[in-house]
């Protein structure tokens, strides 16, 4: 498997828990970045892809897409059926901490930008599945 996705781009696909706006924003930049990087990267809202579906259902539609998600539903890595899930469909799964009372679009989108290079650095060496999780503000991301 890992060695077909070698000339597969990279797909990163943002959780409906984030604005769609982040994902078309991450992939014009992210088209121009992919111009001096080795590996492309491509950037989606999974609102685009199948708005309302369970977390299975799209695990199920990534199989085989070098696909990782960005998602703060930490509740994906606590049911076992989930886990196996994404697991079983070779996905990768990057969790941020969603902040106690919420966080607004502007600070999300900063959030996430402070952390892109470690987030493309994540999906560059790790081979799929993983899942990664971010624990906090200004906190590395751990294996999970």
Same mark, same amino acid.
């Given at each position: ?7 597969? @781009? ?16 991450? !992939?014009?930049?992210? !088209?121009?970045? !992919?111009?001096?990087? /080795? ?59 969603? @902040? ?5 679009? +502007? !600070?999300?989108? /900063?959030?996430?930008?402070?952390? +892109? ?17 971010? @624990? ?6 751990? /294996? +999970?």
């Amino acid at each position: 498997m890992q060695s077909s996705s070698v000339h597969k @781009p990279l797909k990163i696909y943002i959780d409906e828990n984030l604005p769609r706006q982040f994902a078309e924003a991450f !992939n014009i930049i992210q !088209n121009h970045l !992919n111009k001096s990087e /080795k590996k492309s990267i491509e950037v989606y809202s999974m609102k685009d892809i199948d708005e309302g579906a369970t977390d299975i259902e799209w695990f199920q539609k990534l199989k085989n897409e070098n696909a990782v998600i960005l998602t703060q539903d930490r509740n994906i890595q606590r049911h076992k059926h989930e886990k196996k899930a994404y697991e079983e469909n070779e996905i990768g799964i990057i969790f941020f901490k969603q @902040p106690k009372g919420g966080i607004s679009f +502007w !600070n999300a989108f /900063k959030h996430l930008v402070k952390y +892109w290079d470690d987030i493309k650095s994540i999906c560059r060496k790790e081979k799929l599945p993983f899942s990664y999780r971010q @624990p906090g503000q200004n906190k590395k991301f751990q /294996k +999970w």
